[in-house]
Each structure stands twice: as C-alpha cells, then as structure tokens.
C-alpha cells in the first residue's frame, strides 16, 4: 500500500511515520509537510533514508502539488494530519487555522476524490466536542460545539469530509482522539513546555485554576489506533479514541517537577485563556469494540518515559525555543 501522510513532519504525524514502516514493511509512506514553525524533519532523521520513504515539501492548500504527489506515488490512502495545531496560537489570529485545516483539506478531499483514493482518514480532535461539565464523557454522537477557533476550524474539515462521503459515497473515516503526549511534541505544548521551562529554572505558567482536565494517551498509542482505523475502519464513521486517564493540569505539572527533582515553587499561576475548555473525556467503547483496539501504555510508564526523553534530547528543543519561537513565548506569556 502506497499511503500519503500530511503534516508527517509534525509531532503525531513524525510518530506515525516511524509506526507505519516499523509495522508494515511492505508500504511506503510519502510525507506532505509545508515545514511551518510545527514541521521539522529532525524528527525523522533516523528513517529519512528508508528507501520505503519519501519527503515532499508542500502545502496542502496547493491543488497541483497535492496532484503530483497522488499521481506520481500511485497513492491509495490519505491519512491527513497537516493542521495548525495550538489553542493559543488559534486565539492570537485564526487566519492560518481556516486556510489550512478547513480550505486545505477541502482540497485534499477533492483531489482524492477525482483520483479515487481508496481511503481518507481524517485526523480530529475531541476538542470540536466543546467541554464537559464534572460528569461524563464524549461520544462519537455528542453533538458538536467547537469553542476555540482552532476546534471551530477542525470541526468545518470534520463535516466536509462527512458531507463528501454523504453525497459523493466517498471513502472517509474520521478519528477523534484526546490530548496525546510523547517524544517530538512541540514545546508550546503543555507536557513539554513545562517539562523545558523546569528544565531550565524557569516560572511555569498555569491559566486560570490549573484545575482544566484533559484526557492524555501516549502518541503511539494513537498511532497504532490510526493503523487499526485505516485498515478496518467502517467508512463514514467516526471513531473516538482515548484512554479513560483524565488529569487536571496541575497534576500533571506537579508530577513533571518531582520526577525532575524540581521545586513547587516554579508554578506561576498567570491570567487564563480566554474561553478556556474546563474538562474533555473520551468515551472509546466504540473502538475499543469493533476494532480491539486498548492502549498500551500506562500514564505513569508513558510521562516517566516522555520527561527522561526531554532530558536526552534537549538539543533538539532547545533548537526549537529559540528564534521564532522566543518571540511568540513573550507576546503570549509575558506580563500575562
Ligand atoms: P503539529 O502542529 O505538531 O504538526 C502539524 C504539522 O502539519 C507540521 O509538520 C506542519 O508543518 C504541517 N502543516 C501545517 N500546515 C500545513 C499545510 N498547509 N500544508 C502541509 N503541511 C502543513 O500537530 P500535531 O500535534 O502533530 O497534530 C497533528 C494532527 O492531530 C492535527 O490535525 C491535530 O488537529 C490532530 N490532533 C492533535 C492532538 C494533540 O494532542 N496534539 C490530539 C488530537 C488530534
Ligand atoms: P494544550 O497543550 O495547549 O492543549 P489543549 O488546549 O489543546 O488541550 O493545553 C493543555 C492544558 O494545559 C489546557 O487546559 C491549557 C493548559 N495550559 C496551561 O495551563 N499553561 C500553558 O502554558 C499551556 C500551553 C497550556
């Protein structure tokens, strides 16, 4: 099977990448990434030489460039990741966030569409849920309300590809996993942005309370989910995934400073974000069911493993939190 992975370059989809061709070895996986502040292809340097692998540098909002690719590797299946990705970045201007999540995979969903790509997964969030109240958990019927601009424009590709295999019978599955953690996520993040700033002395921003909750599960968990979803996934559907271990933010930030032998005295509880979701949950029977599939990773052994990585590869994010990013860590954070 010949696969085009969007946004390969990416936290989860760099993760992807390196699953696929460890799992299947007789696919090959083509990378489409524009390499934004999010893309780095560090993140893929120890298969970069696979010759079962293939970078394109390109945006998925290019119809021609997304063409090329689907004609010359013969592709049969579309898993799509590409995004822009961060609450806060969505809130700081929601531009870049409707042109590729929404407009780019309207185009991708034309392109397979004309090209008879056998399948399409669409990589969602559990954010286009909105937040939950103290009870509860989402399912894949819940109806959705979006509340930040990143989940209303994840929410838009969401119903354009149900609406495209509604009306033109085509091939899409859909998945909506919770808040994953693990190796090569971006340090605007919460896991690693707090794991850096410990790391460096550094104050540790909290919004609001610290009392938000969110349902962690280890990246590669996700990505074997994906796997089980391309392969035997019911078109049309949609298939939430999570792994029943919801935390609120400060426990998670007060587990990070022990494991690294850090003082409390770091936390720094700073303004809120505005519209903050209070609570997300993931109801997974439906995959957990029909497709067998559970995670493997407990929270305690995923965080341990993901903070000592941190540690070990501190030259690839202190790469990352210079420059650019610098910038958009003091318009956001400072005098917050
Ligand atoms: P990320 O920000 O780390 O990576 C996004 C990748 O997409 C980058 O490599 C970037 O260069 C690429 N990209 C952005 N715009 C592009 C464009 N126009 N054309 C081509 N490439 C482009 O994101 P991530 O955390 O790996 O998330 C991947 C996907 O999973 C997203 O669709 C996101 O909505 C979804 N998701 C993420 C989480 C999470 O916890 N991170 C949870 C559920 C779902
Ligand atoms: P984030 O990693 O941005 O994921 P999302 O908002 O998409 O769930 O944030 C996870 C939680 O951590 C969320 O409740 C916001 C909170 N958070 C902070 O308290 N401080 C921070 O600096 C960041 C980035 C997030």
């Known amino acids: 099977m010949n696969i085009l992975v969007t946004g390969g370059a990416g936290f989860i989809g760099s993760n992807f990448v390196r699953h696929m061709l460890a799992a299947h070895s007789d696919y090959r996986i083509i990378n489409l990434d524009k390499l934004t502040y999010a893309g780095n292809l560090e993140n893929l340097t120890e298969i970069e030489k696979d010759p079962r692998y293939a970078f394109e540098h390109g945006d998925i909002c290019d119809r021609s460039r997304v063409q090329m690719c689907v004609v010359r590797y013969e592709i049969d299946a579309i898993v799509h990741f590409a995004a822009e990705s961060h609450v806060d970045r969505s809130i700081m201007g929601a531009a870049e966030f409707v042109r590729t999540n929404a407009v780019g995979t309207q185009v991708l969903l034309d392109v397979a569409r004309e090209m008879k790509i056998r399948r399409f997964v669409q990589v969602s969030t559990d954010e286009v849920y909105g937040s939950l109240g103290t009870e509860g958990a989402f399912t894949e019927t819940t109806p959705l309300h979006p509340n930040s601009p990143y989940s209303a424009s994840k929410a838009s590709a969401d119903m354009l590809a149900l609406a495209y295999h509604h009306t033109f019978g085509f091939p899409v599955v859909i998945t909506r ?136 590869h501190a030259e690839w994010w202190k790469r990352i939190v210079s420059g650019e990013y610098m910038k958009y860590y003091r318009a956001l954070y400072e005098n917050r």
């Open 177 to 312: 996993c919770s808040n994953n953690y693990g190796p090569y996520q971006f340090p605007e993040k919460l896991i690693p942005l707090m794991i850096a700033n410990a790391l460096a002395d550094k104050p540790l921003p909290v919004y609001g309370d610290g009392m938000n909750v969110r349902d962690w599960l280890h990246v590669s968990d996700h990505c074997r989910a994906i796997d089980r979803v391309l392969h035997d996934g019911t078109i049309g559907e949609v298939y939430n995934i999570g792994g029943n271990n919801e935390k609120p933010n400060l426990e998670i930030i007060r587990l990070i400073l022990r494991h690294l032998n850090k003082p409390e005295s770091l936390i720094t509880f700073v303004k809120d974000r505005p519209g903050h979701d209070r609570r997300y949950a993931i109801d997974a029977t439906h995959i957990r069911k029909t497709l067998g599939w559970t995670p493997s990773y407990t929270f305690e052994r995923g965080i341990a493993e993901t903070i000592d990585w941190y540690v070990e």
